[in-house]
């Protein structure tokens, strides 16, 4: 496995583990604690959370295997996010709320609810277009200096969003959590993976394999590209296609750190496996290529 050094002082893994789904992995707290028994074992040291997961439920079920077994706590990261409030009972619309005591009590449910004392690393799961980012930056400074947060970053934030938060904080910003996928290239192309080559910081990217749909979407451009990973398989000596698709993702500069999202070890240690292939110049466009259904001008 490799390391990703964030900042000082914080190290991800190169491949993490995502809970997004973890209600549909249907494991029991024994078969998770196993689940990331093997995780950490391939290296994966790395679990990216959202206080929203699950409709707000996916970090307590988390919490209950690190109840049980505390020692793994100390072998990982936690990433957790906050600002999206869905419409409830109490919230009649969806929203998005960045107020100083909003973060300061997701955060606190966070802790709470995964049994741990600190996170490693909070992001601003969406941007909003009603954030204030003094307001932010206060928030992420007390909570830097509690302890209780090591380190800081957002998720889908364009390159001017990022660029104006950034000049409030008084912290670093370490990452950018950004979709990205041979079926979801747009963030290759709005300057956001330019901004993280640019500010030296390494994006994380969710849905790495279009969430399964590389596999089962049917339109034109999802064969095409499946033909294409299977080609680039054979030269490479992959065992599966999504090594290749993992590999197109490695292979860019920005040093992308992708979020695998399934609960089995077989399909989770596909990305760690792709660690070890680099693709040509060329391969990496014959991808591109499939995708576009043209060629680059
Ligand atoms: N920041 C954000 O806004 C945001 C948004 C979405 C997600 N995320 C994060 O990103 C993580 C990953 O996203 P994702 O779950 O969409 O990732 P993904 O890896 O693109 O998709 C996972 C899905 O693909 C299937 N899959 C994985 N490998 C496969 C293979 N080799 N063959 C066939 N099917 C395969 C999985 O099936 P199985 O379930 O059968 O394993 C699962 O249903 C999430 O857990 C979450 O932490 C963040």
Request: charged share 25%; hydrophobic share 40%; proline share 5%.
């Amino acid at each position: 496995m490799e390391y990703v050094k964030m900042t000082e002082g914080i190290e991800f893994s190169r491949v993490v583990l995502g809970f997004w789904r973890l209600h549909d992995w249907k494991l029991s707290t024994d078969q998770l604690i196993r689940f990331l028994e093997e995780c950490l074992d391939l290296g994966i040291t790395t679990m990216d959370h959202a206080d929203i997961y699950g409709d707000y439920t996916v970090e307590e079920l988390f919490g209950d295997s690190l109840r049980k077994r505390p020692d793994l706590r100390s072998r990982m990261q936690i990433i957790t996010k906050c600002g999206i409030v869905y419409k409830s009972e109490t919230a009649r619309v969806k929203y998005y709320n960045y107020s100083k005591d909003y973060i300061m009590g997701q955060v606190e449910k966070s802790l709470n609810y995964m049994g741990t004392d600190y996170i490693d690393c909070l992001l601003l799961h969406r941007p909003s277009p009603f954030m204030d980012p003094e307001v932010v930056s206060a928030a992420f400074e007390q909570l830097h200096q509690s302890g209780k947060v090591k380190s800081f970053g957002v998720s889908n934030f364009l390159p001017n969003e990022f660029r104006m938060l950034k000049s409030y904080l008084k912290v670093p910003m370490v990452t950018n959590q950004i979709e990205l996928s041979p079926l979801n290239m747009t963030n290759l192309e709005n300057g956001v993976l330019n901004q993280c080559l640019e500010e030296r910081i390494h994006p994380m990217i969710w849905s790495p394999l279009a969430g399964g749909r590389i596999f089962t979407e049917q339109s034109e451009v999802a064969i095409r590209l499946r033909e294409t990973l299977e080609e680039i398989r054979q030269e490479i000596g992959a065992e599966d296609i999504d090594e290749v698709a993992f590999a197109w993702l490695f292979s860019h500069p920005a040093k992308p750190i992708p979020i695998t999202g399934s609960g089995e070890i077989e399909l989770a240690s596909r990305p760690v496996k792709a660690l070890k292939y680099k693709l040509t110049q060329e391969q990496w466009f014959m991808i591109w290529t499939a995708v576009k259904g043209h060629k680059v001008p």
